[in-house]
């Protein structure tokens, strides 16, 4: 089974301040097909968890280029540009690389 | 527009089953996969399993194996996710999800919470 590790575990952010989360895996997240297996979902207070990006990099419908997913093989990393007031919840990194997929354990954003 | 409808809450004894369904509405069934996804209270996010309805192939997390049976009814675009044995460690929120072609889960379900206690 492939670890997902997330930092920081709680992120306090000024509005208007950048942020950046960190997600690691245990295994290489590349498939022999050329793509890498991993997604950035937020999850609002009280809400199903939401697509932010996929494929590492791509972000999914209607989620503000605010935010921006880089990185390779076991390192990855969420980024928002300017942090809003909306934007507060839990963040997890998810591998599906292989099953059984799995979830980081969650980096709360919360408002300074 | 996409939407996936899970059934209402529910509250089971220990050793008891749960049976709970997705259905989706505004996406051809059989084109997509159907992850099941739970939240125990205060934790984070653990997939537990998912189908291909169109090839009626089910996929488990080997911690869920012997206890969890997803299925598919494509006549009424309709995932159900049964776990048996229930513990009080199977208080949780269960989600399904859309899984599409790039393997990410495009869209959820509002949730179904599962209570279990005697």
């Known amino acids: 089974e492939i670890v997902m590790t997330q930092s920081p575990v709680s992120l306090p952010v000024t509005p208007g301040e950048p942020a950046s989360i960190s997600c690691r895996s245990s295994?290489?997240?590349?498939?022999?097909?050329?793509?890498?297996?991993l997604d950035w979902y937020l999850q609002k207070p009280g809400r199903s968890p939401q697509l932010l990006i996929y494929?590492?990099?791509n972000r999914a419908s209607g989620v503000p280029d605010r935010f921006s997913g880089s990185g390779s093989g076991t390192d990855f990393t969420l980024k928002i540009s300017r942090v809003e007031a909306d934007d507060v919840g839990v963040y997890y990194c998810?591998?599906?690389?292989?099953?059984?997929?799995?979830f980081g354990q969650g980096t709360r954003l919360e408002i300074k | 527009q996409v939407q996936l409808v899970q059934s209402g809450a529910e509250v089971k004894k220990p050793g008891s089953s749960v049976n709970v369904s997705c259905k989706a509405s505004?996406?051809?069934?059989?084109?997509?996969?159907i992850a099941w996804v739970r939240q125990a209270p205060g934790q984070g996010l653990e997939w537990m399993g998912g189908?291909?309805?169109?090839?009626?192939?089910?996929s488990y997390a080997p911690k869920f194996q012997g206890r969890l049976t997803i299925t598919a009814d494509k006549s009424t675009n309709t995932a159900y996710m049964e776990l048996s044995r229930l513990s009080s460690e199977d208080t949780a929120i269960y989600y399904c999800?859309?899984?599409?072609?790039?393997?990410?889960?495009?869209?959820w379900g509002q949730g179904t919470r599962v209570a279990v206690s005697s």
């Open positions: 999800a859309r899984v599409v072609v790039s393997l990410n889960f495009d869209f």
């Open positions: 505004g996406v051809s069934f059989t084109r997509y996969s």
């Open positions: 189908i291909i309805p169109l090839l009626n192939s089910a």
């Open positions: 295994q290489s997240l590349l498939h022999s097909n050329g793509f890498t297996y």
């Open positions: 494929l590492g990099s």
């Open positions: 998810m591998q599906a690389v292989q099953t059984p997929i799995t």
